[in-house]
């Protein structure tokens, strides 16, 4: 089932609830006991004066939560090259039920795929990547979040329009509907 279909939803929910038990540790851990998190501490939050901290604001988004569902990976170790759109060349032969019990788990684990769950993700994975492909193509023009320079808007639209009877050429069925809907905006500019 494509995760296009809201029919998926519910199933991803059904899979979540039999993974969720493995999630938290069993038992009184400290690392489930709910601790004050400030979200946003930073050097502009935090004041220091003769080497000590003398204030912190930013205190209204705080939330009381377990350390183990409030960690984040601290900025100076955000990931800031190209993503790994492809798959490694022994992908296929890996096997992750052989190493399951390799990785430490001591419980059978709890998802299931079909071949053509699998073969679907598979699918979807291709397209993924390459729209993520056509976005970067486009970086030099288009930023991902929309935003265009007012002196490039014409050849913007110009190349969108191309695209969009480029595209409604070469595609037919329901991905034809999709992308005619998806596309729409750049026939009425």
């Given at each position: 089932?494509?995760?296009?279909?809201?029919?998926?939803?519910?199933?991803?929910?059904?899979?979540?609830?039999?993974?969720?038990?493995?999630?938290?540790?069993?038992?009184?851990?400290?690392?489930?006991?709910?601790?004050?998190?400030?979200?946003?501490?930073?050097?502009?939050?935090?004041?220091?004066?003769?080497?000590?901290?003398?204030?912190?604001?930013?205190?209204?988004?705080?939330?009381?939560?377990?350390?183990?569902?409030?960690?984040?990976?601290?900025?100076?170790?955000?990931?800031?090259?190209?993503?790994?759109?492809?798959?490694?060349?022994?992908?296929?032969?890996?096997?992750?039920k052989e190493h399951w019990e390799d990785v430490g788990f001591r419980f059978p684990c709890p998802l299931h795929f079909?071949?053509?769950?699998?073969?679907?993700?598979?699918?979807?994975?291709?397209?993924?990547?390459?729209?993520?492909?056509?976005?970067?193509?486009?970086?030099?023009?288009?930023?991902?979040?929309?935003?265009?320079?007012?002196?490039?808007?014409?050849?913007?639209?110009?190349?969108?329009?191309?695209?969009?009877?480029?595209?409604?050429?070469?595609?037919?069925?329901?991905?034809?509907?999709?992308?005619?809907?998806?596309?729409?905006?750049?026939?009425?500019?």
């Open positions: 089932m494509t995760q296009n279909c809201p029919a998926s939803h519910p199933c991803l929910l059904d899979k979540y609830r039999q993974v969720a038990p493995y999630l938290l540790p069993d038992g009184e851990s400290a690392i489930l006991a709910p601790y004050i998190c400030h979200s946003d501490l930073n050097p502009a939050n935090i004041f220091v004066a003769d080497g000590e901290i003398t204030s912190v604001i930013d205190w209204q988004g705080i939330w009381g939560t377990p350390p183990v569902l409030s960690g984040r990976h601290p900025s100076f170790i955000r990931f800031e090259g190209e993503p790994i759109l492809t798959l490694p060349a022994d992908f296929a032969e890996l096997d992750s079909t071949e053509n769950e699998l073969q679907v993700h598979d699918e979807e994975t291709i397209a993924w990547n390459n729209i993520q492909g056509f976005w970067d193509a486009i970086s030099l023009f288009v930023a991902r979040n929309g935003f265009v320079c007012s002196d490039m808007y014409e050849e913007v639209v110009h190349m969108f329009r191309y695209v969009r009877n480029w595209g409604l050429e070469r595609v037919t069925g329901k991905v034809k509907e999709r992308f005619e809907h998806a596309t729409l905006m750049a026939a009425d500019v």
